[in-house]
């Protein structure tokens, strides 16, 4: 990250005073990011977030009063919405995909080394979807796993529909973005620059009303199921 930039700015949602406490030491240590607040449930989130603004969210799952799923789909609607990581110390298809759906960037395990939580608050501030290992294989299996026929089949409906607002293009670019290519790599493969891929992202982020490529590619998955 470039050191003349400004830090980045963290907001730390848990329940748990302690985790909390971690984290804030973990992060304040780092020149290139600070906690600007903490919460300890998601409606002292969206408040704090609201008076912030932070750069990035690092959000619980499990919460009482409103969780942290709940939470990231209220602060998505903002104009301006941060970025959101999901901690948490469960790991489960529900968890994973619901977080995703809901919006969220990247999802953690809390018992991930520091370093590496570290580095995905770098990588969701910049937009780029970060999730552990074991959440990726979990979303890989719970993407092609077994459902109820009429499951599959209504899940498959939405998608299609909120797709078939696409332009021939747009179609494409999200096929790439599903695939798991780059603005440069799909620039290539559909032969159009760069400057149009972002172009493309871009309507499909108001077409979609999605937050990040993440929810594209669900969405697209969803449709092919």
Do not use: C, W, Y
Not at 15 to 28: G, H, N, T, W
Not at 38 to 62: C, F, H, K, S, W
């Amino acid at each position: 990250m470039d050191s003349e930039r400004d830090p980045v700015r963290v907001v730390i949602v848990d329940d748990d005073q302690l985790v909390r406490m971690a984290l804030r030491l973990v992060i304040d240590a780092e020149p290139d990011l600070t906690v600007v607040a903490e919460a300890a449930d998601g409606n002292a989130a969206i408040t704090v977030v609201d008076e912030q603004r932070p750069d990035v969210v690092l959000m619980d799952v499990r919460m009482p009063g409103l969780d942290g799923l709940d939470a990231t789909r209220e602060l998505l609607t903002r104009p301006t919405p941060p970025r959101v990581l999901m901690l948490t110390t469960f790991d489960s298809d529900d968890l994973v995909l619901g977080a995703l759906r809901a919006g969220a960037l990247g999802f953690v395990l809390k018992d991930t080394p520091p370093q590496r939580i570290l580095d995905a608050v770098r990588a969701v501030a910049d937009g780029s979807p970060v999730l552990s290992p074991a959440a990726t294989a979990r979303v890989i299996a719970a993407a092609t796993g077994p459902q109820s026929s009429h499951a599959r089949d209504s899940t498959r409906r939405a998608a299609r529909q909120r797709l078939s607002t696409l332009t021939e293009r747009e179609r494409e670019t999200a096929r790439a973005i599903a695939d798991g290519l780059g603005n440069p790599e799909i620039a290539r493969k559909l032969h159009i620059s760069v400057a149009t891929v972002k172009a493309h992202t871009g309507s499909l982020f108001a077409k979609l009303a999605v937050q990040n490529r993440v929810q594209i590619a669900l969405l697209v998955r969803d449709a092919e199921e």
